[in-house]
């Protein structure tokens, strides 16, 4: 292979913490990208990864119908960490034996330190400290030329280590924040061994995506897909610093937004970037093309197709458009297809899985390779005012992903009032700042409700907010029962038809953070 590449490869065998490996890597200043276990050589020695980390996983190496990692892998001769199903994979590549157990280990637990190993040098950490475990099967023999380091309150061999081969393995999770010395093992692992230089940073990025746009689109125009939302404005300010006038913004009004969201997004646009903007009415088209759609999935393609016909018919009348712009992200593209033959595809985003095979631009996706805090890292860099990088996450499609069932008029105009109640009632409370994400859902049911000494019969709204940094995992806002109590009230009082308000506790996982 050529010179290796400052980055690392993590390779997934479904675990659901894989997100988290790749964002705990970037975190520490070195890029990384998830690919699956089945990678070609051939894309291997394309990534050219100075280090690779293999993922956890629901699987058992003990089954015949296991996954496995090609013996490329091991012979490129590149340090390799496994976590997990990671490393009982290598126990069994190298022959070590892997048992099943009746006692289990999930949850926190404690790691003790036996032996010097590279994964713990140049650090603070104890002989012994917090780790997050999640496995049945354990490593009960090390492989031959590998040391046991370290071993667990029911895991006698909990990490083991070939310094020779550089191959590593974990039976806890570092990547997991309960893991109290996680962060500083895998900054050794990128760092110590695998010799990573701390590149990944908010200045390079920037330089990096600017370069990437002026030598793919060169002179030619670029219509950008813009939203209102952090990431298209985002995408919005770095085509401007890449391509200047060739820039050209078209916002579509679906009839699915936020309330006042048109008027918003022109106002800020305008003022804030000085970009020209093209606004679309759409709002029938959209309305007729979900008459009667009820599977989320479906409401996702058809307003990808919808989106795209529609920007071919209005570039048409700009001439000169070869490239189309979209804000695209990581998470989107992780939870849009699955990464292994074990990993779920979560949901289809408009701008990824409803994309149609053909349309009649070239598509460039600046900030695919970016998790949402680091896209607003960018925007902070790019001195975007806060009111525009601060929002919160909206949907591509709109409120058709927040309303559960068949689409109707009635149904958008009650959630934008009751959405708009609850955005302004946390922003009275100075909580919006502290909450990563703040929706309100509309559901397919109707409850009885006493108004005025009448019997209403009476539609069923969610509300819902939650606290994360990477979008890939969230805890619940606890937000207090005053505030909450005047949310319900003002809707219930001032939104016709909505008898009962219910608050969403679920985590992420096993929920998404939208409902559908």
């Not at 900054?187 to 110590?192: A, D, G, L, P, T």
């Amino acid at each position: 292979m050529n010179k290796a590449s400052d980055n690392i490869l993590i390779i997934d065998f479904g675990s659901q913490y894989t997100q988290l490996i790749a964002r705990r890597i970037r975190e520490i200043g070195v890029f990384s990208m998830i690919e699956p276990n089945n990678l070609s050589l051939a894309k291997l020695r394309e990534i050219n990864p100075k280090g690779i980390i293999l993922s956890g996983g629901p699987e058992s190496v003990n089954q015949a119908s296991k996954l496995k990692l090609p013996n490329y892998f091991y012979d490129a001769g590149i340090p390799i960490l496994g976590i997990c199903y990671g490393m009982q994979l290598i126990a069994d590549k190298f022959g070590g034996k892997i048992t099943s157990s009746k006692q289990k280990e999930f949850g926190l637990s404690y790691f003790s330190r036996i032996n010097k190993s590279k994964l713990f040098e140049g650090n603070k950490t104890p002989k012994k400290f917090k780790v997050w475990m999640s496995h049945s099967d354990r490593v009960t023999r090390s492989p031959k030329d590998f040391q046991t380091i370290g071993n667990s309150t029911n895991s006698s061999i909990s990490a083991f280590s070939n310094e020779k081969l550089k191959i590593y393995g974990l039976q806890f999770h570092p990547e997991v924040t309960h893991t109290t010395y996680g962060k500083d093992i895998l900054k050794n692992f990128c760092k110590k061994i695998c010799k990573c230089k701390s590149s990944w940073t908010t200045k390079n990025k920037i330089n990096e995506i600017i370069h990437y746009v002026q030598d793919t689109v060169k002179n030619e125009r670029v219509l950008l897909a813009l939203s209102g939302g952090v990431d298209s404005t985002v995408v919005a300010a770095l085509l401007k610093k890449a391509i200047g006038k060739n820039l050209y913004c078209m916002f579509i009004d679906t009839g699915l937004l936020r309330k006042n969201e048109v008027h918003d997004v022109e106002n800020n646009i305008k003022k804030n970037l000085k970009i020209n903007l093209i606004t679309i009415n759409a709002q029938k088209i959209f309305l007729s093309k979900l008459k009667g759609i009820i599977d989320p999935e479906r409401k996702r393609k058809i307003i990808g197709e919808t989106f795209i016909r529609i920007f071919e018919k209005e570039s048409k009348k700009m001439k000169g458009i070869k490239f189309l712009a979209q804000g695209t992200i990581y998470p989107d593209v992780i939870e849009s297809s699955a990464s292994s033959s074990k990993s779920d595809v979560i949901k289809s985003h408009h701008n990824v899985g409803g994309l149609p095979k053909k349309f009649n631009f070239f598509l460039i996706e600046p900030i695919r390779k970016l998790f949402k805090d680091e896209v607003r890292k960018i925007g902070m860099e790019l001195l975007i005012p806060h009111e525009l990088i601060g929002r919160h996450p909206f949907p591509g499609p709109g409120l058709a992903v927040r309303i559960i069932g068949n689409i109707t008029k009635e149904k958008i105009s009650i959630l934008q009032d009751v959405d708009n109640i609850f955005i302004e009632e946390i922003k009275k409370a100075n909580l919006y700042n502290r909450i990563s994400q703040a929706l309100s859902v509309f559901l397919p049911i109707k409850s009885v409700g006493v108004m005025g000494d009448q019997r209403k019969y009476n539609y069923v709204v969610a509300i819902r907010a939650v606290k994360t940094v990477d979008f890939m995992t969230a805890n619940i806002s606890e937000i207090p029962y005053s505030v909450l109590s005047k949310v319900s009230t003002r809707i219930v009082n001032e939104v016709p038809k909505v008898a009962r308000v219910v608050y969403d506790i679920t985590s992420k996982p096993p929920g998404t953070i939208e409902w559908e």
